[in-house]
Structures are given as structure tokens and as C-alpha cells.
């Protein structure tokens, strides 16, 4: 786990004015990656870095001689720490760099992100076990728990194409599903649309094929954590995931948030993890002092809704719901790194891992609508009196993600939204 070091100085301000700026989600202590280009520009999209209001394009700072974000994903964890000490010394106040970077940087109104990296792989993971257990018991009653769910990290792999930045616009998919009376499957539009409140986990050095990484070096391949979306069709979803798991009910559309904050930014927020009495112990390879101590992420995250009719009414998105991932998730991050390569897989820098859902323990903690209504049973009901049981067409959905504690300085993780189209 990375340790604390002069980057971290809650006391440290920056040059740039809106990055000292009380509940910022980019303060110098922050200091996240993405790749962006002048807006309505036909450009290659360079690298950036937020800090407050604005970007800091690295190669015009000098910091970096690519525009490819994977090639600096590629780089050990010694390099990637010498490059956020000069980011933290050069944008804190009174760095001789002011005048020089100060050409280099672009307010974040002015310029378009796009998805943070070369995503070559995406693996999407299970670790909420209350979303688990929940939508378990919805799909099987009697075991609403797999018995593998303790001992094995479950995932699946996803479709990296259709992944997209924040601001994506899809058309409801159309597909297969069954009503449980009905003697047939029946084609059309999905009528149970829902989004899934996730963490993404950027890989950054991979490994080489047939050479699994090991728990006590798994965090170093990881360059850090994005909000993403797994949009879901559960009316498709109900009817084709067994036996090989999800498949057209997830691929139409995954939304992530165009800032990487990196493990070194996230270090003043772990969490130890510990399993409840009574539940097995990982296995060795899944366990280790550290992952027991630190392994866990302290993150507050949060969901938002803002329907066409709010919109037209000129109303903000409202929130339904917010928990954190320390209660959340079963498996930590460098377990879903170390378990994925075990058996000799390879991954790559850019490599994405969905957590899964991260819903809380209690019913307003829900990282999804299947939870908060209950499989749709039960509608929640919106300020503005409209309800819902699943997204509708022009719901924009939002989730938003920052950790604080004590004695350091608030970050976030920004935002990732997403709007939902009417079908083709
Ligand atoms: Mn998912």
C-alpha cells in the first residue's frame, strides 16, 4: 500500500486559486489523470492533469513526451511517484514553474475528455456482497448466496468497446426477454433499464503471460480508480445469464468518469478489511498482512437522477442514494488483481476491473434501481411526484464519488452521467 509522503501535506496550496477552494474535487493533493483536447477541435486528445478548475497539459509542462495516455500506464511505480512529486512541487505556491506552466494549462469548461485510456480488456467483478445478496435473493430465494461467493472473487468478461466518458448518450437496448408466466421469449425494447454503481480499476504495468502477480506486489500494478457505469438490462439479463453469465443485458453501453485519481492520491483513504466472524479465511494467495490492514478504499459515493421533466423544468438532478465502498465490498482491489492473473492471464496497462455494484448494507445504500425497488415492486417516488421503478428515456443518471477523513485534505473522483435514449 503506498505510504504517506509531502504530496499528501494537507497544508500545501496550489498557484492554480480554484484548487484551494473548499469541497474542490481537484486539490493539489489530488492530482488525477485524463485525456482531453481543445473543445470543437478535430485534435489528437494529449494527456492532462485537473487541478481545480482547470487542466495542466503535461507534454506543454514539459512532464511527459507522449500523448499516449498507456504508455505512461506502463510505467513503475518509482517513475509514476517522481512524476506526481514534480506535478506536486511545481503546482504548489510559490514554485518557480508558475510563469511557465501557467501557458500549459486550459480551463476543464473549455476543452472535451475522452474515456481516460486505451481500454484493451474489461473484467467486471462481484465484490458487492450486499448487492449480491440482495439481488440474489430476487433471482433465487432459497440461495440468495452462490457457496463459491466467499472463496472466489466472481467476474466476467465485458465488452470494452462500447465503454464511453461521462456525458454518454445511448438508445435503450432491444433484445430477448421472457416474463416468468410466459410460455416464449418476446423481442423489444427493455423495459427494466438500470444502472450499476461501480468503481473502475485502472491497471498500470502488466504482467507477462503465464506469470500471475502476487498479492504483496498487486497494488503496484494498479495506476488507479475511475466511477463507472455498468448500464444493465435485467429483463434481458434474467433470461440469458445462465449458464455463462451476463452478455447483450450489459454490453450496449458502459459509462466511465474521465479522471484516473491514483492509488499514490488515495493513500491518506484506506481502510482495513476484515471479514465478519464465522466467514472463511481468502486462500493464502488471496491473503495477505497488508490486504488485512489497508487493502480497502474509503470512498463516499453517490448517485443522482435528473429526469427529462426535471430538466425542462429547469430542476438539478436529485440524489437517491449514498454509502461508501469500505461496507460495501467483499474483495479489495489488489485480491481482484492477484486473482485474475493466478491462473497465468495477462493483463495490460489500460486494463479496466469493474468492482461491481457497490451497494451498501442498508436499502438507502443501494448501488442500483433492482435493489431500491425491489426487483420493481416497489416504485420510488421523485420530489417533482413522478415515480420510478427502472430508468426511463431521458433520465440522465449520475454518479458522483470523493473521500474524506480528518487531518487530510478532501479529493473526488468527479463525476461520470449518462442519458438514456428512447430505442432505435
Ligand atoms: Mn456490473
Redesign the pocket.
Known amino acids: 500500500m503506498n505510504t504517506l509522503n509531502a504530496t499528501h501535506d494537507p497544508k500545501l496550496r496550489s498557484w492554480v486559486a480554484s484548487a484551494n477552494e473548499a469541497g474542490c474535487d481537484f486539490p493539489i493533493q489530488n492530482l488525477p489523470f485524463g485525456r482531453f483536447r481543445p473543445a470543437r477541435s478535430s485534435e489528437g486528445f494529449r494527456i492532462g492533469v485537473a487541478i481545480g478548475d482547470q487542466v495542466l497539459d503535461l507534454k506543454a509542462a514539459g512532464l511527459v513526451d507522449t500523448d499516449d495516455m498507456n504508455v505512461l500506464l506502463a510505467q513503475d511505480a518509482t517513475e509514476r511517484q517522481a512524476l506526481r512529486a514534480a506535478l506536486s512541487e511545481g503546482l504548489r505556491e510559490g514554485s518557480a514553474k508558475q510563469a511557465a506552466w501557467s501557458k500549459a494549462l486550459l480551463a476543464q469548461s473549455a476543452v472535451e475528455l475522452t474515456v481516460p485510456c486505451r481500454i484493451g480488456d474489461y473484467t467486471?467483478?462481484?465484490t458487492g456482497i450486499h448487492h449480491a445478496t440482495t439481488v440474489g435473493k430476487l433471482f433465487r430465494p432459497d440461495q440468495p448466496l452462490m457457496p463459491n461467493y466467499k472463496w472466489v472473487p466472481i467476474g466476467y468478461h465485458?465488452r470494452a468497446s462500447s465503454i464511453r466518458v461521462s456525458g454518454q448518450r445511448f438508445k435503450r437496448p432491444q433484445g430477448q426477454t421472457k416474463a416468468p408466466d410466459a410460455e416464449a421469449p418476446s423481442f423489444g425494447p427493455s423495459k427494466r433499464l438500470d444502472y450499476?454503481l461501480?468503481l473502475g480499476f485502472v491497471v498500470g504495468q502488466g504482467n507477462a503471460l503465464g506469470e500471475p502477480i502476487a498479492i504483496a506486489n498487486a497494488e503496484q500494478h494498479l495506476f488507479g480508480v475511475t466511477l463507472?457505469n455498468?448500464w444493465?438490462a435485467r429483463d434481458l439479463q434474467a433470461w440469458e445469464y445462465q449458464p455463462l453469465g451476463?452478455f447483450l443485458s450489459?454490453s450496449f453501453a458502459?459509462t466511465l468518469s474521465p479522471w484516473i485519481v491514483t492509488m499514490e492520491a488515495l493513500a491518506p483513504f484506506r481502510a482495513g478489511f476484515e471479514r465478519p466472524a464465522g466467514d472463511p479465511r481468502p486462500l493464502p494467495y488471496l491473503d495477505s498482512p497488508a490486504n488485512s490492514e489497508a487493502g480497502a478504499l474509503d470512498i463516499t459515493l453517490e448517485v443522482w437522477l435528473q429526469t427529462a421533466k426535471m430538466r425542462e423544468a429547469g430542476e438539478g438532478a436529485v440524489r437517491l442514494t449514498r454509502g461508501n465502498t469500505t461496507q460495501a465490498a467483499y474483495w479489495t482491489a489488489a485480491q481482484l488483481v492477484t486473482h485474475h492473473t493466478v491462473n497465468g492471464c495477462n493483463l495490460q496497462p489500460g486494463d479496466l476491473l469493474?468492482?461491481?455494484?457497490l451497494s451498501g448494507p442498508k436499502p438507502d445504500e443501494a448501488g442500483s434501481l433492482l435493489e431500491l425497488t425491489l426487483g420493481g415492486k416497489h416504485p420510488i417516488t421523485l420530489p417533482n411526484g413522478e415515480r420510478r421503478t427502472f430508468l426511463e428515456d431521458g433520465d440522465t443518471l449520475s454518479l458522483r464519488g470523493y473521500c474524506e477523513r480528518a487531518g487530510a485534505v478532501r479529493i473526488g473522483l468527479g463525476e461520470v452521467s449518462g442519458t438514456v435514449l428512447a430505442a432505435a
Not at 469493474?354 to 455494484?357: C, F, L, P
Request: charged share 30%.
Open positions: 467486471d467483478f462481484y465485458g450499476e461501480e463507472l455498468d444493465s451476463p450489459k458502459s469493474g468492482s461491481g455494484t
